[in-house]
């Protein structure tokens, strides 16, 4: 999607950011990119020399994984030095606050999302409009995500119900009821494997606009399976 070639990678330290960080390293090899760093960062580390690391690289693109707070003023940073290398972020920046902070800089960057924005579903525009009537705002995606989360739970209690009524509903059985639950949901087919986790889930590569509306670049699957 992006014709990169060499990437930086960047990391905030948390166990989450490491992990996403060392999969990304572990696919750019698989892809024939080069890695031309691999940093940590920590708030002891300068922004400026930071920034001079990056610049000597030159790499195509700048992976960063890690909270929101750290890539703001990295980005502001870089855009206001004239740096147009072009950042691709993690599922951290997939958020409200980040966009409104980040401002202008965060124009043309790219970042991964297990959501999309919420009129791109098209299963979505009923609860859309009626979110909107009654909480005079437009949903978030976690709003859409929230949803399927409840009615997977529902849909899981009332297996229970059918299937042995007589039994209590307790919270182990609710679990393990969930790994049978197939439902439509607003973000799609709801399936869960034996570990819980969602089969074949999208995975959304999101952009951000010179006006910072989200817009999808592409959709992949993370590929859970059984």
Not at 55 to 80: C, E, H, T, W
Not at 174 to 198: C, K, M, P, Y
Request: hydrophobic fraction near 40%; proline fraction near 4%.
């Amino acid at each position: 999607t992006l014709n990169a070639r060499s990437l930086f990678v960047l990391d905030d330290g948390s166990q989450d950011g490491q992990a996403q960080t060392r999969g990304v390293v572990q696919e750019a090899a698989k892809q024939g990119l080069k890695v031309l760093g691999n940093v940590t960062v920590d708030q002891s580390m300068s922004l400026k020399d930071l920034l001079r690391q990056i610049s000597q690289a030159k790499p195509d693109v700048l992976y960063y994984n890690g909270g929101y707070d750290f890539a703001i003023p990295l980005l502001k940073r870089m855009r206001r030095d004239g740096d147009t290398t072009l950042f691709f972020g993690g599922d951290a920046l997939s958020n409200d606050g980040f966009r409104k902070e980040v401002g202008a800089a965060g124009a043309g960057i790219y970042y991964t999302s297990s959501a999309a924005p919420p009129l791109a579903y098209s299963q979505a525009r009923d609860f859309v409009s009626a979110y909107k009537t009654q909480f005079k705002m437009e949903p978030t995606s976690n709003a859409l995500l929230g949803y399927d989360a409840c009615l997977s739970l529902l849909k899981a209690i009332e297996n229970l119900k059918t299937n042995a009524p007589q039994r209590a509903i307790t919270r182990p059985r609710v679990l393990e009821a969930l790994r049978s639950v197939e439902a439509s949901g607003l973000t799609g087919t709801i399936r869960f494997n034996v570990q819980g986790d969602r089969q074949d889930p999208p995975v959304f590569i999101l952009t951000l606009g010179n006006d910072l509306g989200v817009r999808i670049s592409t959709i992949a699957k993370a590929g859970a399976r059984e």
